[in-house]
Nanobody
């Protein structure tokens, strides 16, 4: 069965960095573009970033452009999100998602707090 497991979340001060990881199994990772989506308390889901199946193309929401970098290691069936210059408003649960599917991870909490 499909499994997506995020890790790397935590608490960090404004301006800090975190790297999220998503390890996958149960499907052919290299066949699928991938997304990162976040949800803050009391808000709807927000698409953050995406990458093509081979990582050659990457996409970002305006709110994170220039601060976040998405990349993947297809040999490890893993997706990553490097988050720099974190802001208070980046606090959310971050999910990895297989594009055009109902496959989601369980999420990892990112809290940016002074």
């Amino acid at each position: 069965q499909v499994q997506l497991v995020e890790s790397g979340g935590g608490m960090v001060q404004p301006g800090g960095s975190l790297r999220l990881s998503c390890t996958s199994s149960g499907f052919t990772f290299t066949d699928y573009p991938m997304n990162w989506v976040r949800q803050a308390p009391g808000k709807g889901p927000e698409w953050v970033s995406g990458t093509s199946y081979d990582g050659a193309y990457t996409y970002y929401a305006d709110s994170v452009k220039g601060r976040f970098t998405v990349f993947r290691d297809n040999a490890k069936n893993s997706l990553y999100l490097q988050m720099n210059s974190l802001k208070l408003e980046d606090s959310a649960v971050y999910y990895c998602h297989v594009r055009s599917s109902d496959w989601w991870g369980q999420g990892t909490q990112v809290t940016v707090s002074a």
